[in-house]
């Protein structure tokens, strides 16, 4: 399960695994995350997720509205962490959500612990009081009371566990303000007279009693409890039991002084403090630079041992070096005496075997084998001994912990507020405000140092490192000489060992440990851009897992298996580092180019079946190699392979420059149609020679289909039904051009043949697994459903295809689907949730830069606005999206929907003249089209705008005859304008005549009812 992090001990907070906050929109959504929380992983049902949200004041489509509530949220947890929207499961009769990183089961597991350590740190998980942002929502007061609880029972345990430590002065002045908080409650009170009379205060443990006992005989009409009359008792009589245990024996350690502030490692620190006491042997492994010696020692620091903690460092020792006991006894100061015959290893291990500490082994990495001989003697001969090492690669003991020390987190962009939550920014702020005095983070320096962080891979060395550099050349200076890493990250600090003041030597320490085999791997693996396969590294690099696995184990390489497949990686410093020692790069980047190339031709068959999910993931996560492979050698024979996936993640400028690359004669019959396409598909105006002459040469029937397609963007119905291949060589093809021939079905009101096309084309796909094509079909099965007024059904075809669309992170589908659905609830009358439907859609093609689906976006905004009468809202937008469809060459199929629904909005803003010319304005445009369906609505428009009662009463017959033959039956917001022009009309002719002009309007056709003007 993807790794969300939920907070519910304060404040509502949501992170990443990486502890990014997560922004949860909206305050339902959140209260929504609330309930789900309470009751996590199990069902809650829909009932009363609507009672909880809404209470008595329901939407008019409460499961609706549920339903776009969970789907905000799914989206929310999703684009913070790929795949977290499985976390919310729909089950009958509701959602779960599946949260396995709560922490409040944190506090619960850490609250069952005895020690003092562990207590503290389960405490240490609360911000304020549980749920404190939905303190007013009933459905949390029970988790809360519950949790609240808790908290006081953990402070009563760890007050009684500190006191037994010794710590009673703390404890008695700690206790004093929660008592007076909670003064009832007998159980801290218990603590604090223990703690009182231990720090030699009788006489304020004796009132203490004294007070609680007036108040519950006050308040409650109680008396204390038999614990604590007895320990009243033991106080007045001075029981020795009770008297402080004696203090602890002066602890001699032997680390360093902190000389400045550890940033970025709050959360390691607790980890790694309260995994020491239960593990003996713990190694912190990880790049070179990344910040584990200094971790290992402030992790040490607060371990309380009889004998201490003890640091070794080893990195001064020659590589292979044997005396690694020799240099821990020197650490012990461990003195050899006159006359014994001992080896080093044996006088270790006779003066550890009866003492209590813990041994720092720093920098083991160039002395690994005698350190892993050494400390498994140790671990096995001295059982009170516990050892914690750094290295960049493994000891490879029985027993061992291993810790991946990560890089500091960096921030995604520029905003100032990421860059000031970032581990890295914070450090590297820190330091070079500590090298030039009038350094700020702010909103000038943030997209720099937001760069930089990025850069240098939150390597806390090299922004160190870097830092210095800040007094000379700015933040900016810094960042603008980053190619050049290797010169300008230097330090001449005197204090900081050799192997640490140039980052080449931070990499150069780990290239040196490597045989000839293992370096040219590692600088083959420079070529890859954002990592590779297990495979691609062993086709690219010749090399084998073994050799890959050792280089895992020795920091050079990240081994990242968050995705359905592991990758290795490099830090940008060390892929920097390895390209300038990289011998044969011609070679290696032929082989790179080729394997790319290969697995893009295998992909693009996949992405037209049942694992089209699967390869869009793989090439997702390819795509930085895929581009690197265009420049060196993929050429126009890539371009074709990948044009497909192009096109399904809405990357149209990157698939036309590849594309214009030069190729052989059958690459470029290939790549004609797609080069056509894609330009048609960004808004060129049709050439239809060009376009015909194109699509001459196509082998196979599908550059031809996605040339119509595209053409049919541009709502030339004709000569898309005329490119759209007669025959095709495959059921795909098949199914793809019955999908875009319903399209033009629909345009055109013709439901026969939208029926037949469009379950056809899904049932292919269907057969197929393709759910890009079954998105496609089922928007016109969804689109027939709408035309004869089953909007229920519509509605269900369409969540279902936007639930397909958010898996498959369609964003231009998605965009699509939630403009279907705002249109389906303005024709229910679900103005509000209409309107947010569109405003989520609208958002998202903004964000994607979508023209098509911003079109359908705000219709659906202009619509929701008008029919819920706020026409100042749906003049804007409707007039603008009017504008922008009469500038096309040929008129855009939305057009006569948009000038109608303007129509209505001026004739109901008082200016019926202007609102009659915009409605045969969309009549005509019909006509040019050739879609008679959306020449009725024209109809009914200039009926409610036309001065004559006569005239708007036949072409309400008319319109209301043309809807009977094309089986168009007009929808609930529909009805409400036609049935408000009726009143009108029949008021002003009566019933007789207004029946009997009607009748005489439904024998006339469109054309001829339009003539009555």
Not at 496 to 516: C, F, K, M, N, Y
Not at 855 to 863: H, R
Not at 881 to 893: F, H, M, S, V
Not at 927 to 943: C, F, K, N, Q, Y
Request: proline share 5%; net charge negative; charged share 25%.
């Amino acid at each position: 399960m993807t790794a969300v992090q939920f907070g519910v001990l304060g404040p509502l907070a949501v992170t990443t695994d990486a502890g990014e906050p997560v922004v949860v929109p909206g305050t339902k959504v959140r209260a929504l995350l609330a309930d789900l929380l309470t009751n996590r992983n199990q069902v809650v049902s829909a009932d009363r997720l609507i009672d909880d949200l809404w209470g008595d004041d329901a939407p008019a489509n409460p499961a609706g509205a549920l339903q776009v509530r969970v789907s905000q949220l799914r989206k929310a947890l999703n684009d913070a962490e790929p795949g977290a929207r499985e976390m919310i499961e729909s089950r009958p009769p509701g959602y779960l959500l599946r949260a396995g990183a709560v922490d409040a089961d944190r506090f619960a597991e850490l609250a069952r612990c005895t020690d003092v350590e562990r207590l503290t740190e389960a405490l240490a998980l609360w911000r304020g009081e549980a749920y404190a942002d939905m303190a007013d929502a009933g459905f949390v007061h029970a988790e809360a009371t519950r949790l609240a609880e808790q908290r006081l029972t953990v402070h009563e345990r760890l007050a009684e566990a500190r006191v037994l430590r010794g710590e009673h002065l703390l404890v008695a002045a700690d206790l004093a303000e929660l008592v007076a908080r909670h003064p009832l409650r007998e159980g801290l009170r218990a603590v604090q007279l223990r703690a009182l009379y231990a720090a030699g205060r009788q006489s304020e443990a004796l009132d203490s009693y004294a007070e609680l006992r007036d108040r519950l005989a006050d308040e409650l009409g109680l008396d204390p409890g038999p614990e604590l009359v007895a320990l009243h008792r033991r106080i007045l009589e001075q029981d020795a039991g009770l008297s402080p245990p004696p203090k602890a024996a002066i602890i001699r350690n032997s680390l360093p002084a902190q000389l400045d502030e550890l940033v970025g490692r709050a959360e390691a620190l607790a980890e790694l403090r309260a995994l020491l006491p239960r593990q003996r042997l713990v190694t912190l492994v990880g790049p070179g630079g990344v910040g584990k010696t200094r971790l290992a020692t402030e992790a040490a620091r607060t371990q309380a041992l009889p004998d201490g903690v003890h640091l070794v460092e080893l990195a001064p020792l020659p590589a292979g070096d044997p005396r690694i006991a020799e240099q821990i006894l020197g650490a012990l100061d461990t003195r050899e005496t006159a006359g014994t015959s001992l080896s080093p290893a044996d006088r270790l291990t006779a003066a550890l075997r009866h003492r209590h500490l813990l041994l720092v082994l720093d920098n083991c990495e160039h002395v690994i084998e005698p350190v892993a001989d050494l400390v498994a003697r140790v671990l096995r001969d001295a059982p009170e001994v516990s050892v914690l090492a750094t290295s960049r690669e493994p000891l490879g003991l029985t027993g061992e912990l291993l810790w991946e020390v990560p890089p500091l987190s960096v921030p995604e962009d520029g905003d100032l507020d990421a860059v000031r939550r970032s581990a890295a920014a914070r450090l590297f702020a820190a330091r070079a405000t500590a090298q030039q005095r009038g350094f700020r983070l702010d909103d000038r320096t943030a997209p720099a140092v937001a760069q930089l962080c990025r850069r240098l891979d939150g390597l806390p060395l090299a922004l160190e490192l870097a830092a210095t550099r800040v007094r000379a050349l700015g933040v900016h200076g810094v960042v603008d000489r980053l190619d050049d890493r290797f010169r300008l990250l230097t330090t001449q600090q005197r204090d900081v060992p050799p192997r640490q003041r140039t980052l080449t030597a931070v990499i150069g320490w780990s290239w040196d440990l490597l045989d000839e085999g293992e370096r040219a791997v590692l600088a083959g693996l420079a070529v890859f851009n954002d990592g590779c396969t297990p495979e691609a590294a062993e086709r690219v690099c010749h090399t084998d897992l073994d050799t890959l696995a050792r280089l895992v184990d020795r920091s050079l390489v990240v081994l990242d298996d968050a995705g359905v497949v592991p990758r290795y990686r490099l830090l940008e410093s060390v892929a920097a580092f390895c390209l300038d020692r990289l011998t044969d790069a011609d070679e290696v980047r032929a082989r790179h180019a080729a394997y790319y190339t290969e697995l893009a031709e295998r992909a693009d068959p996949q992405l037209r079946g049942a694992d089209q999910q699967r390869w869009l993931a793989l090439l997702d996560a390819e795509a930085a190699n895929l581009r690197s492979a265009l420049a060196h050698g993929g050429g126009l024979r890539l371009a074709i392979a990948l044009s497909w996936y192009w096109y399904l993640r809405g990357r149209l400028t990157e698939a036309r420059r590849a594309l214009a690359v030069p190729g052989d004669p059958t690459q470029e019959s290939r790549a004609a149609p797609w080069r056509v396409g894609f330009a048609l598909v960004q808004g060129d105006p049709i050439d239809p020679a060009g376009v015909r002459a194109a699509l001459a040469g196509d082998p196979d029937g599908r550059g031809a289909w996605f040339a119509a397609h595209a053409v049919l963007g541009h709502s030339d119905l004709a000569l898309a039904s005329e490119l759209l291949p007669a025959a095709s060589a495959d059921p795909w093809t098949e199914a793809a051009v019955l999908s875009s021939r319903a399209m033009i079905a629909h345009a055109n009101g013709d439901q026969v043949t939208l029926e037949y096309t469009a379950t056809r084309s899904a049932a292919l796909f269907a057969d197929l697994g393709d759910r890009w094509g079954r998105l496609q079909a089922t928007e016109w099965v969804g689109g027939l459903a709408d035309m004869r007024g089953e909007h229920e059904r519509a509605a269900t075809l369409h969540q279902e295809g936007l639930r397909w669309a958010e898996e498959l992170a369609l964003w231009p589908q998605v965009c699509a689907e939630l403009s279907w659905l705002a249109w389906l609830a303005v024709q229910t009358r679900d103005y509000a949730q209409g309107r947010e439907l569109a405003e989520r859609a609208y958002q998202l093609a903004v964000e994607q830069a979508m023209p098509s689906a911003l079109v359908f976006a705000e219709m659906s905004l202009g619509l929701a606005a008008r029919r819920d009468g706020k026409l100042d809202v749906a003049v804007a937008h409707l007039t603008h999206l009017a504008e922008q469809g009469r500038a096309e060459i040929q008129p855009a199929l939305y057009l006569p929907m948009i000038l109608v629904e303007l129509g209505y909005a001026v004739e109901q803003a008082g200016d019926p003249d202007a609102a009659l010319a915009l409605h045969i304005e969309a009549f005509e445009a019909a006509e040019a089209i050739g879609t008679s369906r959306d020449a009725v609505t024209p109809l009914e428009g200039m009926a409610s705008a036309v001065r004559s009662p006569e005239v708007a009463a036949r072409l309400l017959g008319a319109a209301a005859a043309a809807r009977v033959a094309a089986q168009a039956p007009a929808a609930p917001a529909e009805r409400d304008d036609t049935d408000r022009v009726s009143v009108r009309v029949l008021a002003a002719l009566g019933r007789e005549r207004f029946d009997a002009l009607v009748a005489e309007g439904a024998k006339l056709s469109p054309g001829q009812a339009r003539a009555q003007l």
